[in-house]
Nanobody
Framework: QVQLVESGGGLVLAGGSLRLSCAAS????????MGWFRQAPGKEREFVAA????????FYADSVKGRFIISRISAKNTVNLQMNNLKPEDTAVYYC?????????????????????WGKGTLVTVSA
């Protein structure tokens, strides 16, 4: 069974940076996409960024483009999300997700209840 384990959340001042990591285990797919979604209090879960196992470039939500960078370490089945110039509106629980046989852009279009695998989430709090 695929497991996703997130790390790296915490409290940061506005304008600061954080890096999230997600390690996947028990992968059996030839290709897949891994990415990040977030859910703020009282809001629906939304797409943040994704990257495909066969590519080095990420796909981003407009709200984070230019501030967040997603990258992967193939040998470790790990995906990192470098978050810079954080804003209070970035405050949310960030969830790692994995979708088999999918592109990064395709992952962004999948309904959250249709995703193959989810991590448990890590809280990011940005104070003004």
């Amino acid at each position: 069974q695929v497991q996703l384990v997130e790390s790296g959340g915490g409290l940061v001042l506005a304008g600061g940076s954080l890096r999230l990591s997600c390690a996947a285990s028990a992968l059996t797919f030839a290709r897949y996409a891994m990415g990040w979604f977030r859910q703020a209090p009282g809001k629906e879960r939304e797409f943040v960024a994704a990257i495909a196992s066969t590519d080095s470039s990420g796909f981003y939500a407009d709200s984070v483009k230019g501030r967040f960078i997603i990258s992967r370490i193939s040998a470790k089945n790990t995906v990192n999300l470098q978050m810079n110039n954080l804003k209070p509106e970035d405050t949310a629980v960030y969830y790692c997700a994995l979708e088999s046989y999918q592109s990064a852009q395709g992952m962004a279009a999948i309904p959250t209840d249709g995703m193959d695998y989810w991590g448990k989430g890590t809280l990011v709090t940005v104070s003004a």
